[in-house]
Every structure is written in structure tokens, then in C-alpha cells.
């Protein structure tokens, strides 16, 4: 592909994100023009945790995990970001580490904008760093949300959560479930063996119905009344 036509799919990709939803075709060009790409393998680390933040990423194509790490090395899933998106924005204006890691979980194809070329771009249309504000205020309400619901939700109900809120995105049934169940695991704060018996409860209680990775949902209200929780 040549330079003006790598450029040009760029400005595609950039201009389908909402971190850069507006620009005009000669601002998309110029943030274009700043982003080195970057493929990583499924497992491969994007962003680790405490690192010295060197940028943050445009997602063209894959999925990608953002996740958390204790000290004894247990793993909670903060969410799931799939292309087209942006990870890794907030050290960009605290200037600090990385405060999570970002894993692939397929192949990604993702672009890198420097933390110096994003400063500078926000310097020359500042109308970008807004656009950056209001994506990690969205991504800020889903955190607390997740944080709320692992300090007092059970794994019952949040897992029912999940459930639903896949029906809710995806708007078919049976919802194909995109995580397996170490990835749920993760997400909900637990162990593989704590997901499995939950699921296989649901089922035995007929609520749904587990197909490999897809799950049909018998009883929708059911499942609405299981994710009800009162804080």
C-alpha cells in the first residue's frame, strides 16, 4: 500500500472512533500522520500496568482487555474494548504510568499516537482533548459501575448482568458469548469453577440453555429479575 493510500486508511479508521468523530478530513490526516501501527498476537501485552505510558492506541481491528493485577497475582477484567476504539487515554494528561494493562485477546491491528504527538495535536485542535475528556468520563462511569458491582453484587447476579447485557448489545437469542469462561472469570473477580456451577445452575433451573459459546436465554425476565441489584 502506498504512503497516501496507508494515510488514507487511517483517516477511515480514525474518523470511525468517537475520540476523533467531527474532525475534518485535513485534522484527521494530521493525527493520521502521528500514528505508527502496531499488530500484536492474542495474549500479547499493548499496555502493561506501572509502565511509563509512551501513548495510547487506536484499535483497528481485534479485541483487546483491560484488566488489573494484585499483588499475589490474581486478574480482574476492568472491560472489554473492541475495534473501532481508543485504550489507554488517561495517563495522557496526568502524564503518569499506565494505571491498568491491555491485553489482546485475538490479533490486533492497532495504531500508536505518541503521548508528545497527542500534546501537540491537542495543541493545534483542541476540540480533540475534549473529545478525549468525554471518552474517559464514559469509560470512568463503566469502572465505577464494575467496581460497584464486585463490592456488593453477588457472582449470581452479576453474572446475569452480563448475561443480559449481551442481549441487550447484541439483540439476537441465543447471544453468542465472546469470553470464555477463565475471561468471565476474570471479569467477575472469581474462579472458572465458581462461573461454570453458576451457569450450569441457570440452566438446571431453566433459565437457558448452553450451546459451546452460545446461549440461549429461556427466560429473559428471569435472567432481568437475577441481575437486579439492591446497593
Known sequence: ?????????????????????????????????????????????????????QGFYILSRGKVKIFKTSRSGREITLTVESAPSSVAEIPMFDGGPYPASVSAI??????????????KCCLETPQVAL???????????????????????????????ILVELYREQGRNPVYMPLTHQELASRLGTVREVVSRNLSRFQSEGLLKIHRREIGLIDIPGLEREAETEF
Open 131 to 161: 473529545k478525549v475528556l468525554a471518552v474517559v468520563g464514559g469509560r470512568l462511569r463503566r469502572l465505577v459501575a464494575v467496581v460497584e458491582s464486585v463490592s456488593f453484587g453477588s457472582i449470581r447476579q452479576r453474572l446475569a448482568q
Open 1 to 53: 500500500m502506498s504512503n497516501s493510500g496507508a494515510i488514507s486508511f487511517k483517516n477511515q479508521v480514525l474518523g470511525r472512533i468517537p475520540l476523533f468523530a467531527g474532525l475534518t478530513p485535513v485534522e484527521l490526516e494530521k493525527v493520521a500522520q502521528r500514528a505508527l501501527e502496531r499488530r500484536f498476537a492474542p495474549g500479547e501485552l499493548l499496555a502493561r500496568e506501572g509502565d511509563l505510558c
Open 106 to 119: 485475538t490479533e490486533v491491528s492497532a495504531y500508536l499516537i505518541s503521548t508528545q504527538d497527542f500534546r
